[in-house]
């Protein structure tokens, strides 16, 4: 069962642009939602995470915004660089300490 | 400080052999998980210690699998008769246990093939 959904499975943005990534979520007992980010032959990096008592959360270009009755989450990239090329999952997370389940990914390509 | 770091970073093998994979977690770091992942898709989680003990090893796909963290810091995931199908990139995390909301670090990953 996929408990997080993933979407769009591949993006292309033009530099300078914003890059938007969603998900949705089926479990209402998860209380915690990274975003990582992902280079070839890397593993996943820590991004931004967020918890559903608030409903955005703003770090630098990366903004997540949470909707908890529609079970939804999104990543925002502002000012999108080539270097940001790469591949983006979200999860979530039911309790403190416990398994991330992850999407599927989304593959973003931001072109010079 | 250090990341989380694991050996080897590739391992190729043959259709039933043993394998060993080793994690060596954050300095510090009381929670350890793996994950599996394949080509083109997200981690998938195998089993989680918190200390020495395996606090939830509900992901291992079968009995083939096994994982160990003896002495609370390194742990060994052990696949016995490996498949073709084990094919994947083992990623190994931790996480400090002693701050919400506990983070978990991913390390390099060890990517296996089983020929």
């Known amino acids: 069962q996929q408990q997080v959904k993933q979407s769009p499975q591949s993006l292309i943005v033009q530099k300078g642009g914003i890059s938007i990534i969603n998900c949705a979520y089926e479990?209402?007992?998860?209380?915690?939602f990274p975003w990582y980010q992902q280079f070839p032959g890397k593993g996943p990096a820590l991004l931004i995470a967020i918890r559903p008592d608030v409903s955005e959360k703003k770090e630098g270009r990366f903004t997540i915004s949470f909707n908890k009755s529609a079970k939804q989450f999104s990543l925002h990239i502002m000012d999108s660089q080539p270097g940001d090329s790469a591949t983006y999952f979200c999860?979530?997370?039911?309790?403190?300490?416990?398994?991330?389940?992850f999407g599927e990914g989304t593959q973003l390509t931001v072109n010079p | 400080g250090a990341g989380v770091s694991q050996t080897p970073s590739n391992k190729v093998t043959e259709k039933g052999k043993y394998v060993e994979l080793r994690c060596d977690p954050i300095?510090?770091?009381?929670?350890l998980y793996w994950y599996r992942q394949s080509l083109g898709q997200g981690p998938e989680f195998l089993i989680y210690?918190?200390?020495?003990?395996?606090?939830?090893d509900s992901g291992l796909p079968n009995d083939r699998f096994f994982a160990v963290r003896p002495e609370g810091s390194v742990s060994t995931l052990k696949i016995q008769r490996t498949e073709r199908g084990d094919s994947a990139v083992y990623l190994c995390a931790s996480s400090s246990g002693l701050a919400s909301p506990y983070e978990q670090y991913f390390g390099p990953g060890t990517r296996l093939t089983v020929t």
């Open positions: 479990n209402t007992a998860f209380d915690y």
């Open positions: 999860a979530a997370r039911v309790t403190s300490g416990s398994r991330l389940t």
């Open positions: 210690f918190q200390g020495t003990g395996a606090a939830d």
């Open positions: 300095s510090g770091h009381t929670a």
